[in-house]
């Protein structure tokens, strides 16, 4: 351990001294790549030395919290956690997260690789990874959840959740599993039925949504690696969404090219399926931004040749004739803020955001000389498109010198009670509840 402390103090300090080296040279990029049409800078490649600035995990004091915007309160919906990445709200009303973390796999080839992964050591995003899903139940509505349960356990690196009928989908890293569901249980003991596999590692989250007939799921399967840098045998079959059909259990490419495409939420207006996107490392600030999209069924959106359309990584061996079908992503979310989860808020579910919109958890940025990410945002959409710039839901996940993370916000979703917003914070092991005001004593409880 005394190894990895030290390399990653030094890695911080080269880090460091990168950074004050590219602001003399002019290459940091201020203006953030944000909206429908983004101005997204020339690419800057950073070579053998990338832009490397994680905050160390430091979590949350007695009694601190995030910030939360105008009307808005926030409090520990759960606490105490082990790295929840992720939320599923069942229709009785108890709530499903899923605690997971990267695992380190194989010996790292280079010191780059050692001294990231001593890196995401310090910032807690990479260790022992719990393998669980606990459900939480807030059985008299007060907005905390009072009791805790462990629905599964032993589990490959779970992430996404769906529940149709009496089958509870559970997205392992290596692929999707069918477990028997009772409404009302805390505890599902028969073990799970495979129905899909995948290639673990890599971007190793495996995001989960059904289709509204109940009769498909649609999978994000993110890339093993930035640019294809280990070759692109190695990512065939990722970066990319799957459609799984439940019925013959047949599982197609519905979209590919999008390097990490983990929240998958439909927009109701349309119907149509939307997601958010980790683009790649390494060639600036702000270049290429991450970003929120509408997914076509046989799309192709560039990854790993070209980027926001079909602006071409001169890193990477050309394919002319996939370049020429890349399509251009709706909606720019800003340089490496590892925009992860996703839902859609209905107009009215929180004051002071009257429209319809989606909802992003950022889960912050290490590839950049100023930090980004690090907040809950709201972007608003009309007639089934987005409509404006973000606003901020949730922010104070990040200290204001940028040295720690008292936490760092993953996926969303829409409370039990259709008033409020859950948020899953795997630093700071809570998951928030943001809402308009306080429970009225006495309040209704949801049906079980």
Known sequence: MAFHDSLARAVALVGAAAIRWRRLQGQVQRTPAVGTAPQIPAALAQGRIPTLKMPTAQGWAAGQMPSAAAGLKVNAFAAGLKHPRWIHV??????????????ASGAPRTLFDHAMRATMRRAAALGESPNRITLLRDADGDGVAEQRHALLENLDQPFGMALLGDTFYVGNTDGVLAFPYTPGATRIAAPG????????????????????DGQRLYVGVGSLSNIAEHGFEAEE???????????????????????????????????????VVNERDGLGDETPPDYLTSVSDGGFYGWPYCYWGQTVDERVPQDAALVARALTPDYALGGHTASLGLCWMPAGTLPGF???????????????????GYRVVFVPFADGRPAGPPRDILWGFLAPDESVSYGRPVGVAIGPDGRSLLVADDVGDVVWRVSGAAPAPGSTAPRR
Not at 90 to 95: C, E, K, Q, S
Not at 238 to 243: G, L, T
Not at 354 to 372: A, C, E, K, P
Request: net charge positive; with cysteine; glycine share 12%.
């Open 90 to 103: 069942l229709p009785n009303g108890d709530v499903t997260v899923a605690e997971a973390l990267q695992q």
């Open 237 to 275: 079959g990722r970066a990319c969404i799957y459609e799984l059909d439940l019925r013959t259990q047949h599982c197609r490419i519905f979209a590919a090219g999008l390097r990490n495409p983990v929240g998958l939420a439909w927009e109701p207006v349309t119907g149509r399926l939307w997601t």
């Open 193 to 212: 039925r495979r129905l899909a596999s995948f290639k673990p590692g890599g971007h190793w989250t495996r995001s989960l949504l059904a289709s509204r």
């Open 354 to 372: 009257d429209g319809d919109g989606m909802v992003i958890g950022q889960h912050g940025s290490w590839n950049r000389s100023t930090l980004s």
